[in-house]
């Protein structure tokens, strides 16, 4: 057994390289090797499960063990697992997680209660409260869906486009003409 590598040339036929001409010697590597190489330099693209990709999409979350006091104003999707004391106004879909808890007014286009709410929900397209939900304050939305083993405390109004709640306040405060009663 040889500790060095032999190599044959044309003009000289049985010659004997030393190891450190070997190892001076870059090794041959195919085309198969090669796109390895940058394959394994690439990151792997992005699973839809990890939270880099829900924040792409425009979803934040506050998680189960967050406890935070302030206010959410924005765009986008907004899921709390955790407890939240203050107003929040999206442009989005808002969700309270079961186990959470929110003190604040509400004002976004689709509301999920799963947790506890003690706060206004206003002008909603629809909200859904969950099995296990509760709503302390009043409800004002185009829809309203309420899960067996929920529980709400409140004034509800659903079903109403802001135009008809506005002109029915005017027909009751001026009557039909108008002209103030």
Do not use: C
């Amino acid at each position: 057994m040889a500790l060095w590598k032999e190599t044959t040339t044309p003009a000289t036929t049985g010659t004997v390289t030393p190891p450190a001409a070997a190892a001076a010697t870059p090794p041959e590597r195919s085309s198969v090797d090669a796109n390895a190489a940058i394959a394994m330099r690439r990151p792997p693209p992005p699973r839809p499960d990890t939270p880099a990709v829900r924040a792409e999409a425009g979803e934040s979350v506050i998680a189960a063990n967050l406890s935070i006091e302030g206010k959410i104003e924005g765009t986008g999707n907004v899921r709390i697992a955790g407890r939240f004391k203050g107003d929040v106004k999206i442009d989005g879909n808002f969700n309270i997680e079961p186990g959470a808890h929110l003190t604040g007014q509400v004002l976004a286009a689709v509301v999920i209660v799963g947790g506890e709410l003690q706060g206004n929900i206003g002008s909603a397209k629809r909200i859904d409260v969950l099995d296990g939900g509760v709503i302390v304050g009043d409800v004002k939305a185009g829809a309203i869906t309420v899960a067996a083993g929920s529980r709400m405390r409140g004034h509800v109004e659903f079903g109403w486009g802001d135009e008809k709640i506005a002109g029915s306040v005017e027909t009751k405060k001026y009557g039909a003409t108008g002209e103030g009663n």
